[in-house]
């Protein structure tokens, strides 16, 4: 079971921190990442890490401003947002995969995702 949260209301420019944590399972064997979904649009890939490598991946939109990075104690991922812009308002989701041995676009596509968490709201004013 996932759970995201730490969602809410910033300023263009501003940060936010979201959080997933895992419960019931083990996730070393997993890879775990955020998604967003904005109103009218797909579901669109932001990061994700590799539980047992810390290996990373970032969507375009992402690098640079979002650091992606995971708590083994917590079993809690995070989605460190920066210079937040307001077409990253969205809801966003934390999922996680057992696809653990591929790169780059495998991660991409939401299908490839077994586990769902809720979403939490991100709205960036100008």
């Known amino acids: 079971q996932l759970q995201a949260f730490g969602g809410g209301l910033v300023q263009a420019g501003g940060s936010l921190r979201l959080s997933c944590a895992a419960s019931?399972?083990?996730?070393?064997?997993?890879?775990m990442g955020w998604f967003r979904q904005a109103p009218g649009k797909e579901r669109e890939f932001v990061a994700v890490?590799?539980?047992?490598?810390?290996?990373?991946y970032y969507a375009d939109h992402a690098k640079g401003r979002f650091t992606i990075s995971k708590d083994n104690a917590k079993k809690t991922m995070y989605l460190q947002m920066n210079s937040l812009k307001p077409e990253d308002t969205a809801v966003y989701y934390c999922a996680a995969t057992g696809l653990i041995y591929y790169s780059g676009s495998v991660y991409w596509q939401p299908n490839n995702y077994e586990h769902w968490g809720q979403g939490t709201q991100v709205t960036v004013s100008s």
């Open positions: 019931g399972r083990t996730i070393s064997g997993y890879a």
């Open positions: 890490i590799k539980w047992s490598s810390g290996v990373t």
